[in-house]
């Protein structure tokens, strides 16, 4: 390797330049021709390759050169090295000179050099920008004309760069984060700008090589900064797992409160900082579209307000017929007046300009954040469409296929051991394989995900996680809670509606309230108990007629009301309702805490619980009810014309429809259903892909539950055509039902 680098595709007769009648071709010496023959530029007689390069003689004109020792076209001194590898150009240059007459050097491929003349440039086909455009690095006003010194993105036309921060950003940067300042393109904008003879040094980022660059980002914001800190030991004690635990905000970071000082009951409940709030409020206050209107903008102190500030926020109006009232204060010259502090119950807590006369008949008292949030719930959130919803959660569902192994013998266990794989996640898209552990050739069916997942819910409602007959509660189940299938419970609820399977649709409104609000905020009622003898219990309670007869009652149940936690002292007749409704709440809410809580994990998956907890109404319905009755006009609908069909079968399709609603038929709506797509009900989100259906020359319909399609038989009359679709339909769900019976 020489000394010096020298390009290749330079002529060896660059140096003759000088001289020009002299031939252009320059021959070794002949051996012992060279040694004593002195450079004509460096006037030095040695011979040494690696130091000065290759010496070449002219034999002609008996001229001797050091390769290295070519004079340079700019300065006209010696020692260019490097030449253009246009053809037939003789220019020698050294680098800086090139730098200085604008030449190119590519730092990629050969490393080919380009002079002046024969330098790539950018050609522009048309030119519609303004005079002049900001420099997307530097953000200085650019001419957008392709020069030596303006580039413009390959990527991005309006995007135009000087060469200087091109090439500044490129040396930190780095060629694993050099990329367009506008879309983020690497691949084409990376290959333009080495043409351009931008060096993009094969290195990482300069910010990622410096020494704890990120350290204060491992730091905790650890102080309070509530207006009243009620912490005797100062802002920055902080305890974990205890009142005196600082909670950040959920949204910056930046700021914190112990839980005790903003009344928060647990580390999982929200809170935002002042700062944080004002900008939610306000961008509620913006929105266009409010449900209710926005009145009067109201000023709002909170308690937890950092000294000296002030919440400024619209709020909306309750809904109609709510016992909701909201206090407004009177404008006086464009100012709104104090109102006095009025202290909450069983806190010296006081709230300015913003009072709460009467709770929600839903909730009982809450905190004056709580009801500010419940307020703006009701307002930009407030009956959004729950298929909007499932939707948007979706959106987390990478394409990555992720493979669910499914033994149709041992359906329950093997969808439990598919969800505990180490290797599953519930953000990758769901291939569903049915195996038979029978079949010695391992032979794998691809399966319907929407029926794995109909399936599934079926299983769970069936279960014995779950009590009651149609609204069902959560049971105690110790060997469930020791396995964990609670939280596994949870995990199939939030997968199936994420992944467009069916909702639950068994869940009692006092189960989905505490989901939604809380076990605090919920009431149960009798109908929840599903136990007789503790029914049984409370009905006699409510009816005892005086107190001895109430007294009576607590002495035949005493150990069991000792138990439980609810033996209270007898005054009155009256005291029969709170007893009873103790004993209501442990049996419904206490009672099954520990499988609640597990079960509370699982439904976080994929962010499900939070989307519930911020708009209750829209899930309550598919949590609570089963979907709406089929139609004909439903299916109808639903099912698209898939290719150029039979129109003498789509009229007897229409016409088995309806038949089908009259009652003139053997099978069901949901039977039709079921056939195509393998559930008996549209989910939340609708099917993906649609279902579609085609007319082939077939003796029954074929339903292909993968892709939603089913394939009506072309008949001549419309009775053959009936009495196919009933007997497919029909025996194949039959078949269908004996096999999914040994483990549903």
């Known amino acids: 390797m020489a000394c010096g680098a020298a390009r290749e595709g ?58 290295y020792c070519l004079k340079c076209s700019v300065c006209k001194k010696t020692g260019a090295s490097i030449g253009c590898v246009a053809p037939r150009c003789k220019r020698s240059y050294h680098f800086p000179c090139g730098l200085q007459r604008e030449c190119i050097f590519q730092f990629t491929g050969n490393f080919a050099s380009f002079c002046w003349k024969h330098r790539p440039v950018q050609i522009i086909t048309s030119n519609n920008c303004r005079d002049s455009l900001l420099c997307t690095i530097c953000l200085e006003f650019i001419e957008p004309i392709p020069t030596y010194s303006v580039l413009r993105s390959p990527c991005c036309k309006n995007a135009w760069f000087h060469r200087d921060c091109l090439q500044v950003q490129a ?206 719930r009701q307002g ?66 691809p399966g319907s995900k929407q029926e794995f997942l109909s399936l599934l819910m079926q299983q769970l409602e069936n279960s014995s996680l779950f009590e009651g007959s149609l609204s069902k509660n959560l049971s105690l189940n110790s060997q469930a809670l020791k396995e964990n299938l609670y939280y596994e419970a949870g995990k199939m609820v939030a997968i199936s509606l994420v992944h467009g399977g069916p909702s639950p649709g068994f869940f009692s409104q006092t189960l989905f309230n505490c989901l939604a609000y809380g076990p605090e905020n919920t009431q149960p009622i009798v109908d929840d108990v599903s136990d007789f003898d503790v029914a049984q219990i409370m009905i006699r309670i409510n009816a005892a007629a005086t107190v001895d007869d109430l007294n009576s009652l607590i002495h035949d149940y005493y150990k069991y009301l000792e138990f439980i936690g609810c033996l209270r002292l007898i005054t009155s007749i009256s005291d029969k309702y709170m007893l009873a409704k103790d004993v209501l709440v442990y049996h419904v809410i206490k009672r099954v805490q520990a499988p609640f809580e597990s079960f509370k994990q699982g439904l976080k998956t994929l962010g499900v619980l939070e989307k519930i907890q ?99 038989p072309i008949t001549s009359t419309y009775k053959e055509f009936q009495e196919s679709m009933d007997f497919a339909i029909k025996n194949t769900l039959r078949l269908e039902k004996e096999e999914n019976s040994h483990f549903i």
């Not at 929200?270 to 004002?278: F, G, I, K, M, Q």
């Not at 017929?321 to 009177?330: E, I």
């Not at 150029?644 to 399709?653: A, C, E, H, Y």
């Open 10 to 67: 330079k002529s060896d007769t660059a140096s003759l330049e000088l001289l020009p009648s002299a031939p252009r071709k320059m021959n070794e010496s002949k051996p012992g021709g060279s040694q004593n023959s002195t450079c004509v530029f460096c006037r030095k007689n040695d011979d040494c390759p690696i130091k000065y390069g290759e010496k070449k003689t002219n034999e002609k004109w008996n001229l001797t050169v050091h390769y």
């Open 171 to 376: 040396i930190n940067a780095g060629v694993f984060f050099f990329r367009c300042t506008l879309c983020n393109n690497s691949d084409i904008f990376q290959k333009e700008m080495l043409r351009m003879g931008i060096h993009i040094p094969e290195k990482d980022a300069s910010w990622e090589l410096e020494e704890n660059a990120y350290q204060e980002l491992l730091q905790h914001y650890e102080h309070c900064d509530v207006r009243r800190c009620r912490c005797k030991e100062g802002r920055d004690y902080n305890v974990p797992d205890s009142k005196w635990e600082i909670k950040r905000c959920q949204c910056c970071g930046s700021s914190g409160t112990h839980l005790a000082c903003s009344s928060l009951q647990s580390w999982e409940q929200n809170w935002e900082c002042c700062e944080c709030r004002s900008i939610l409020y306000s961008a509620v206050a913006s929105n266009s579209v409010q449900p209710y209107g926005l009145q009067a903008p109201a000023r709002l102190l909170c308690p937890w307000d950092s000294p000296g500030q002030e919440c400024w926020s619209r709020l909306p109006c309750p809904p109609p017929g709510s016992n909701v009232r909201l206090l407004r204060l009177p404008a006086l010259a464009g100012e709104f007046q104090k109102a006095k502090k009025h202290a909450l119950p069983n806190t010296n807590v006081g709230i300015n300009d913003c009072l709460l006369e009467e709770s929600s008949p839903k909730l009982p008292r809450q905190s004056p954040g709580d009801q500010c949030k419940d307020l703006l």
């Open 380 to 445: 930009s959130k407030f009956r959004r469409d729950i298929s909007t919803l499932i939707i948007e959660l979706g959106f987390q569902v990478k394409k990555r296929p992720k493979k669910v192994f499914i033994n149709k013998a041992n359906f329950w266990n093997s969808a439990l051991d598919g969800f505990r794989n180490q290797n599953f996640n519930p953000s990758y898209t769901i291939e569903i394989v049915y195996v038979n552990e029978n079949d010695h050739f391992g032979r794998e069916q």
């Open 614 to 712: 911020t708009y209750p109404e829209a899930f309550f319905h598919i949590f609570c009810h089963k979907p709406e009755n089929l139609s004909a006009k439903i299916l109808s609908d639903l099912f698209t014309v898939h290719t150029l069909s039979d129109v003498q079968t789509l009229g007897f399709w229409n016409s088995y429809l309806q038949a089908v609603e009259d009652g003139k038929s053997t099978v069901t709506m949901e039977d039709i259903l079921i056939f195509a797509t393998g559930c008996k009900s549209i989910p939340p989100a609708g099917f993906k892909p649609n279902p579609s259906i085609e007319c082939l020359h077939m003796d029954f319909p074929v339903g292909n539950k993968c892709d939603n399609c089913l394939a009506l």
